[in-house]
């Protein structure tokens, strides 16, 4: 599977897709950091790659159709933000994509918790 990480998720996320076989770009390797939401999921939409990030906009279906993607995957943490919790989260998305693919979908990704967005026509 085609991914994109966004900027805050580093490169450990990076090689933890990439040991499972993902083919796997990040924001920052690409100069986006910083990028508007409109822009970052453009490109992804462009490149056809499923976005994975933390940012709670991209769960707003009307302004980020899925459907239109390769999906996109938004981690959900609750408290305070730390490289493990995040990397926690990141491991239950990988376990997850061994199971079944985001196939233009939206993912919200809790701890021991899968929600999805069905995409239009679903």
């Not at 239950?92 to 239009?120: C, F, K, N, S, Y």
Request: aromatic letters at 4%; a negative charge.
């Amino acid at each position: 599977m085609k991914l994109k990480l966004d900027e805050n998720l580093g490169p450990a996320g990076r090689d933890l897709f990439a040991a499972k076989g993902h083919d796997v770009m990040t924001v920052v390797e690409q100069d986006l950091s910083g990028a508007s939401d409109e822009s970052l999921y453009a490109v992804c939409r462009d490149e056809g790659r499923v976005l994975v990030t933390l940012d709670h906009d991209f769960g707003h279906v009307l302004g980020f159709p899925p459907s239109a993607t390769a999906g996109i995957g938004v981690l959900e943490l609750r408290g305070r933000l730390s490289p493990k919790a995040i990397m926690a989260r990141l491991t239950e998305l990988a376990a997850l994509l061994q199971v079944q693919p985001i196939d233009r979908e939206l993912w919200i990704i809790e701890a021991g918790r899968l929600r999805i967005h069905q995409r239009d026509g679903d």
